[in-house]
């Protein structure tokens, strides 16, 4: 009788997870993959959506076309996790496995932050991008802040990438000359685990005249005055303000009891939670890495792996070691790669730095596409 695994979340985690279960067990398994979503979304996407690169429907990847054999898609809301029993309930059925993987990724709140939902706006989202599109080329002069709310949040270079982006997209308007633009993070530099990458990053921003306020976060935004207010309490006026929300578990993970400190602490070997045959991946996580897709990915396929040796009762295999590489927009159709190793050195990641090129460009462009065709046979 194939072995049954259910799988919550259909992000990068879920998606590869499912993929490689089926790759390596064929018929001996049956995965069942949840999401209350009917598409995927890489989240650069979202920034081409943003800046009028492309449309919302053609960057969705739609759960409908996963053809992977031994894989059911199911759209559903989970509205209950019991991690002892591996019994999960959505608003159509309640499910029981063998193996429960959860890969449900982190949710934003826009409530944490006063002011956020009425006077400023999110690019983290689709909806959020798309309302952004719409309000950008009116925007023609001001003080626009790209601004950081929590103190983790996926794609540590987004907020560099979006400042950027917005300085060449004022400039090919002709208005970037009556624009300030300010980036606010919670580190002190860019990236922090690659000195490299961020004096690359400072560098362009000193170029392009984009201020940087590091090792802050905004606590809030003021909407009679259209100020940021900082985490000590300094203000920044502002006309645009383009943010990224506190991120935050999912609720009903939360209700599970899972969570510790905010994430799911996972064996960051295995990623194995402290629930018997029960495993999380992703940004759901408290394993150790950054908030971001590649490492979901990687996360991913070592899980995978340990489920595939325990089902087969074979040797465990090599542990997740933490590296992942990650894609850097510097505009005019160049990118820039970044190369982490968050467990090498315990408390001190490293990071190699690729410079900017229309080589990488296409090198990023390759890399999801072949994800594409490899989730969706697209």
Not at 23 to 44: C, N, R
Not at 92 to 104: I, M
Not at 233 to 244: A, E, M, N
Not at 316 to 344: K, L, N, Q, W
Request: negative net charge; charged residues 25%.
């Amino acid at each position: 009788m194939p072995t049954s695994v259910l799988v919550l979340g259909a992000g990068f985690g879920g998606l590869e997870l499912s993929t490689r279960l089926s790759e390596e067990l064929g018929d001996e398994v049956e995965v069942t993959l949840i999401d209350q979503a009917d598409a995927f979304v890489f989240g650069f996407s979202k920034l081409d959506v943003m800046f009028g690169r492309a449309a919302p429907e053609a960057v969705r990847c739609r759960y409908q076309d996963i053809t992977t054999p031994h894989v059911r898609f199911r759209q559903e809301t989970i509205t209950s996790i019991d991690p002892e029993a591996r019994r999960v309930v959505t608003d159509l059925e309640t499910y029981e496995a063998d193996f429960l993987v959860v890969a449900l990724g982190a949710d934003y709140d826009l409530a944490a932050t006063p002011g956020l939902a009425e006077a400023g706006n999110e690019f983290y989202t689709v909806p959020g991008a798309e309302n952004l599109r719409d309000l950008l080329p009116s925007f023609r002069s001001g003080t626009a802040i790209v601004g950081v709310c929590g103190d983790s949040f996926k794609c540590p270079p987004a907020p560099s990438e979006a400042a950027i982006l917005l300085d060449e997209y004022l400039r090919e308007r002709g208005v970037r000359d009556a624009v300030q633009i300010q980036v606010v993070i919670p580190f002190g530099t860019p990236i922090p685990p690659s000195p490299a990458t961020s004096e690359a990053i400072l560098a362009r921003f000193a170029e392009a005249g984009i201020g940087f306020v590091p090792d802050r976060r905004v606590a809030a935004l003021d909407p009679d005055t259209r100020e940021a207010v900082l985490d000590d309490g300094r203000r920044l006026p502002y006309d645009l303000f383009l943010g990224i929300p506190v991120h935050r578990v999912p609720e009903v993970v939360e209700a599970s009891g899972m969570a510790e400190n905010g994430w799911i602490p996972v064996d960051p070997g295995t990623l194995a939670t402290r629930f018997e045959g029960v495993y999380a991946v992703g940004d759901v996580t408290s394993v150790g890495t950054p908030k971001a897709g590649v490492f979901a990915e990687g996360a991913a396929r070592v899980a995978a792996d340990h489920l595939v040796a325990r089902i087969r009762r074979a040797s465990a295999p090599p542990g997740y070691d933490g590296t992942g590489a990650c894609y850097i927009e510097f505009g005019g159709h160049e990118v820039a790669r970044v190369d982490v190793d968050f467990f090498a050195t315990p408390g001190h990641p490293t990071g190699t730095f690729t410079v900017p090129s229309p080589e990488t460009a296409a090198e990023k462009a390759d890399w999801a596409s072949g994800l594409r065709a490899r989730w969706f046979a697209t």
